[in-house]
DNA sequence: GCAAAAGTGTTGACCTTACACCCATGA
DNA sequence: TCATGGGTGTAAGGTCAACACTTTTGC
């Protein structure tokens, strides 16, 4: 055979809003979900969880199996494709070409990770292994993009949230804050959340209580179409 | 080895705006160029070019050289990654994981291609091969995605153009008509065209002359970004 | 002068940010 | 009643599609 063994790989990039215990008492963060390689090549570098897609499966299945199994992470609430790195030297050996994703866990859940892998500020990245960096740049810029014009916010908030709470989920995604009001409005007017009719007990100094509201729907939509050229109507 | 076989390839959709002779006299058309299979699986469909991705390449050169091997399409003017077709079962035989790709050609070149490849109109396509016809809907809904926020029109125009020959692209790339004084307004105010100083002649039955524009860039450049949730400033 | 094609101005609708203002609660 | 945080109203600015209007040519 003229080829050598080449092996396709999913790699995901999974996010999640979380309170980071590194920066005490700060805001919530976008943070990201690695693990330690213990063995060469690029020993103590972190990497992306993933791995080889078996036979039987397409590379989503594999991304959700890859998780399950070595980070048991089961709740991924949002999973997509980004794009397919395929240098032939991106890694040492044997060629692997891997298919890149993003994924998205509530800001509620808290998985149980091994324990050579842990959540890290993608503000703040440790010395990542081969090209996960940028993959995990890529992964950002894809979410802060839909943020923008989809109702992907579903994948990282919890089931029911005020809309402060969803304000700096968005804060921490996009790395820069939102007006509540404006969130409230352009949120409303695309008919993506919906009162639960319950309200938030105030805090310990009192306050109005807040509204709760959940997702309408809890699978990507397209809630802004193209701003430019559309169709005549 | 407790894999089987699996080969890694490149598949490129790859369009034009052209007059095709199957709707004479008709307005030019969104094209996709095929080939048609001599050989079982599927013989007799419609299938896009592209191969197995060799050892020292990566996708994309992958997709670029087999356009020009293949097919003998050497000026890509533009070439992006689409996903990745991964069913197990997508092709019979042995496994074949596809990164798909969109590719454009300028409206004006009209390569030399072999006998048994051809421009299909994409509206109304033939048998296509696999899964193919999915590739095709999806490079075209991306392409009418970033007609509205990119300047990806750089990619489908001739080097120089007047602004009815921009709109009759738009129209065909994007299935439905476009207003050529909104047109020219947008991308002026976006600065992706550029006056060459010329103007074209007028047609037999006179009419105020054309002043011809080019892309003031022939890369992709995102010149509309998101609508809602800016940063401040 | 007249038809035809190119290009400009204007209007009304919609969406956005920014900010002032009102509402509900605990202390 | 006062501070605090939640929620609403409104004004200014920008962009859009639609269409009437002016400009420039050939006949």
């Known amino acids: 055979m003229p080829y050598r063994s080449t092996v396709h790989e ?6 999640q809003v979380r309170q980071l215990r590194t920066t005490s008492a700060g805001r919530p963060e976008l943070a990201v979900l690695l693990w330690q390689r213990a063995l060469d090549p690029e020993r103590g570098t972190w990497a ?16 959700r199996r890859q998780l399950a199994e070595k ?4 709740e991924v609430s949002h999973l997509e494709q980004l794009s397919v790195f395929s240098d032939p030297d991106r890694v040492p050996g044997e060629r692997r070409i891997a298919s ?17 892998t842990s959540w890290h500020s993608v503000a703040a990245l440790p010395p990542t292994s081969f090209d996960h960096g940028v993959l995990v740049a890529e992964a950002r810029a894809r979410l802060a993009a839909k943020l923008s014009y989809t109702n992907i916010a579903f994948g990282l908030a919890p089931p029911v949230f005020t809309m402060s709470e969803l304000r700096e989920i968005y804060r921490a995604a996009l790395g820069y804050d939102v007006d509540s009001t404006n969130l409230q ?11 639960t009719g319950d309200t938030a007990p105030p ?19 397209v809630t802004d179409e193209f701003a430019a050229l559309r169709p005549p109507g």
């Open 71 to 74: 980070v048991d992470v089961c």
């Open 185 to 195: 409005r352009v949120l409303n007017r695309r008919k993506v959340l919906s009162p």
């Open 100 to 116: 890149a994703f993003l994924g998205l866990v509530p800001a509620t859940t808290d998985p149980r990770l091994p324990t050579d």
């Open 48 to 63: 992306l969880p993933g791995g080889r897609v078996c036979d039987d499966e397409d590379i989503e299945t594999s991304a």
């Open 203 to 221: 805090g310990p100094t009192g306050g109005r209580p807040a509204t709760m509201y959940r997702f309408t729907d809890s699978s990507l939509r």
């Open 10 to 15: 999913s790699l995901a990039a999974v996010f």
